[in-house]
């Protein structure tokens, strides 16, 4: 059974850094790209990094870009989300989900996502 | 980016209808389009891809059509489980992007 779990979330002030894990099982993990999606509270679903199975090339959204960094451990069948200098509007759950395929690449979508984490970001 | 617009909004329906779904992208993303359903306090589930594909273990009541710029999702005899917000994708053109969600309400 494929399983992803989140943890890492919860409530940290403006300006400060949070990092989120999202542990895998159930498929070779070093075979698909992966990806964070996060959802503000209410509101729709937005895109936020994508990483290729080998880490060779990571994406973001420009909302995000420069202030988070995406990573994964192949070893550790575990992907990260190092989110610094947070804002107010970063405030969401945050869901880790698999690729269908290797390249965080236009063309394939995702199959499995995991059940979220929730990161406040208020003074 | 390209945009995607979903209609309507917000559907009510009873237990047993059929209902269906629209998804419109602001350029050609060819079939690159995938569905999502999300239940209340629950991550979104993987229904469709490639506009018409079914993802594993979903049922056939699904079903997905289109290409180009317009999509639909159809769904059949709805029972209880399927009131729940449905989001499109593209996957056509990075970032991908979602449309902002329709939900499907019980009347």
């Known amino acids: 059974e494929v399983q992803l779990v989140e943890s890492g979330g919860g409530l940290v002030q403006p300006g400060r850094s949070l990092r989120l894990s999202c542990a895998v099982s159930?498929?070779?993990?070093?075979?698909?790209?992966m990806h964070w999606v996060r959802q503000a509270p209410g509101k729709g679903l937005e895109w936020v990094s994508g990483?290729?199975?080998?880490?060779?090339?990571?994406a973001y959204a420009d909302s995000v870009k420069g202030r988070f960094t995406m990573s994964r451990d192949n070893a550790k069948n575990s992907l990260y989300l190092q989110m610094n200098s947070l804002r107010a509007d970063d405030t969401a759950f945050y869901y880790c989900?698999?690729?269908?395929?290797?390249?965080?690449?236009?063309?394939?979508?995702?199959?499995?996502w995991g059940q979220g984490t929730l990161v406040t970001v208020s003074s | 980016d390209i945009q995607m617009t979903q209609s309507p909004s917000s559907l009510s329906a009873s237990v047993g209808d059929r209902v269906t779904i629209t998804c419109r992208a602001s350029?050609?993303?060819?079939?690159?389009l995938a569905w999502f359903q999300q239940q209340p306090g629950k991550a979104p589930k993987s229904l469709i891809y490639?506009?018409?594909s079914l993802q594993s273990g979903v049922p056939s009541k699904f079903s997905g059509s289109g290409s180009g710029t317009d999509f639909t999702l159809t769904i059949s005899s709805l029972q209880p489980e399927d009131f729940a917000t449905y989001y499109c994708?593209?996957?056509?053109?990075?970032?991908?992007?979602f449309g902002q969600g329709t939900k499907l309400e019980i009347k």
């Open positions: 989900a698999k690729d269908m395929g290797a390249i965080a690449a236009a063309g394939t979508s995702f199959d499995y």
């Open positions: 159930g498929f070779s993990f070093d075979d698909y790209a």
């Open positions: 990483i290729t199975w080998n880490s060779g090339n990571i």
């Open positions: 350029q050609g993303i060819s079939n690159y």
């Open positions: 490639a506009a018409s």
């Open positions: 994708q593209q996957y056509n053109t990075y970032p991908p992007t």
